[in-house]
């Protein structure tokens, strides 16, 4: 006798956007996001090219690529059959015990994209994850050669690195930190080299702020065989998208090199194109001796993010006492159909000259808003780099008025604090960049019509 099962939540809530909402009101919990959700947010159920539609059918311009990961846009049949294939094929299995050919292919490939010495990459899951892997690695490759008193990690005060317990010790951002202690012992912050005059307005010829004598000052101060690396973005992203000044990486890298320091560049939000440049402390002539990434690296079609290490960093480790190698790793490290996945965006971005060309329709967007925009007396700064810009506006409620019109006009872009960001998928087209830059004036009057 064939018994009758009752349909499930699941089945019953497909097409039935009344119940997916009550579903998600009931269940779900959202990061980054108030406890009740506004009326107006977003439940998008399928993506094309640089857009996205929700469930009552309208489509949006998605000019913050999801959480700036998706840098090839929605639908890309060649990673979708990537995945499909390696899915048939074999999932994944654990690196610990074995190895598969798309993890593989996959470090062989970042070590080409990096040159020489960063030739060793170990996969994690997420940024933040990398973020540890990457403390982990710094502090146990000072240990291993005679020198366990190197635990310090330094870090702009403004920068972000991820939201796990030594990412959100590596920040002051208040909305990362505060609540959420006691935090780990072993981080210090150096003062970040971000001009206060474009913040708040003033009209000034030259921009000024804490150079890199601030990581010298810092090192001095606890002593150069108290710390084991300095990790650093070569654009503050959750900081307010912020670019390093010119000159600044190259300084630091000189720095740690005298007090042998590492220097760990967090590339989760600018590597893979998103500023221009394959990576963007190669833009900057540096070569670090850590490099987290993640977002673009995937694409935003599955979980995966890595260290990549100078050579002479991943051989120390083999005179681990306990494992002759690194103790750490996750189920999923370098998941197999996650590694495919990250192959066939590569491609993609080499095959189609995505790099260049977000250089080239990056310029023009931010060009653009700088001169829609400049008239606007509430707004303080445009910049950016590549597809990465930042509107810094006069007030938080402000960047979130011009978020909110951007929506109701069809364009997603992200509210990060006083800052509205853009981070369009690196397929952005010319038009779309246009739309962009007109969406977002349009919403700057309006939100200086509501007021501050």
Known sequence: MTRTRPASVATAAVGNPALLAQLEAAFLWHPWSPSVRP????????????????VSGRRFLDARAGLFNATLGYGRPEVVQAIA?????????GL??????????????????FGKPLTRTFFVNSGSEATEAAVKIARGYHALRGQPRRQMVLSLADGYHGTTLAAVAMTRLPTTRAGVGPLPAGFASVATPRCQDCTT???????????????EETITRLGSDAVAAFMVEPVLGVGGIVPLPHGYLAAARQICDAHGVLLIVDEV??????????????AAGVVPDLVTT??????????LAAVTARQRIFEVFAGDPLIAGLRHGHTTSGHAIAAAAALAVLRV?????????????????????????????????????GLLV??????????????????????????QGTVVAIAPPLILTPAQGDRIAAAVAEAVSDGAAAGS
Request: with cysteine; charged share 15%; aromatic share 4%.
């Open 85 to 93: 294939e390696q899915a048939a094929t074999l999932m994944t299995y």
């Open 39 to 54: 009326s107006d947010a977003l439940m998008l159920v399928s993506g094309n090219g640089c857009e996205v539609t929700d």
């Open 349 to 385: 971005i080499d095959d189609h000259n995505l790099v260049e060309h977000a250089a080239i329709v990056g310029q023009t967007l931010q060009r653009q808003l700088q001169a829609a925009l400049a008239p606007a007396s509430v707004v303080r700064d445009v910049r950016g780099v």
């Open 294 to 303: 993640a977002k673009g690296l995937t694409g935003g079609y599955a979980p």
């Open 390 to 415: 930042g509107v810094q506006l006069d007030s938080a409620h402000r960047a979130a008025a011009v978020t909110a019109a951007c929506q109701r006009d069809g364009v997603l872009v992200r509210q």
């Open 96 to 113: 610990g015990a074995a190895s598969t050919p798309p993890a593989v292919l996959l470090a062989a490939r970042l070590a080409e994209l």
């Open 201 to 215: 307005g003033h009209e000034h010829e030259v921009c000024a702020g804490p150079g890199p004598e601030a990581l």
């Open 269 to 282: 939000m600018t590597g893979f194109g998103r500023t221009g440049a394959w990576f963007a402390h190669q």
